[in-house]
């Protein structure tokens, strides 16, 4: 069993950062490969970064590419998404998810654990 909780979102100006952190518990969290999702009112959740579970594979929504960077510290149990260049349109919940294997996926359904979500708004 693993428990994410996530922290660090919040209000910030379009063009500004926020770095936004999932804590998880259990032995094998270096096992695991990571996720970011976000969901918008009215929207399906959506894929943002993955890593996995060494670090040595990450992957970006497009929309994200250049802008987010996806990091984790196994030794730490913690992955950590830092924004940048932030836009109106990345306006959503943040969630962290973790997944049974090794590889990194971009569906939600592929994901055993999730946590509770943080809010991140970007004002125009």
């Known amino acids: 069993q693993v428990q994410l909780v996530e922290s660090g979102g919040g209000l910030v100006q379009a063009g500004g950062s926020l770095r936004i952190s999932c804590a998880a518990s259990?032995?094998?969290?270096?096992?695991?490969?990571m996720g970011w999702f976000r969901q918008a009112p009215g929207n399906e959740r959506e894929f943002v970064a993955g890593?996995?579970?060494?670090?040595?594979?990450?992957k970006y929504e497009d929309s994200v590419k250049g802008r987010f960077t996806i990091s984790r510290d196994n030794a730490k149990n913690t992955v950590t998404l830092q924004m940048n260049s932030l836009k109106p349109e990345d306006t959503a919940v943040y969630y962290c998810?973790?997944?049974?294997?090794?590889?990194?996926?971009?569906?939600?359904?592929?994901?055993?654990?999730w946590g509770q979500g943080t809010q991140v708004t970007v004002s125009s």
């Open positions: 998810a973790a997944r049974k294997d090794v590889l990194v996926i971009t569906t939600p359904g592929g994901y055993d654990y």
């Open positions: 259990g032995r094998a969290f270096s096992s695991y490969a």
């Open positions: 890593i996995s579970w060494s670090g040595g594979f990450i």
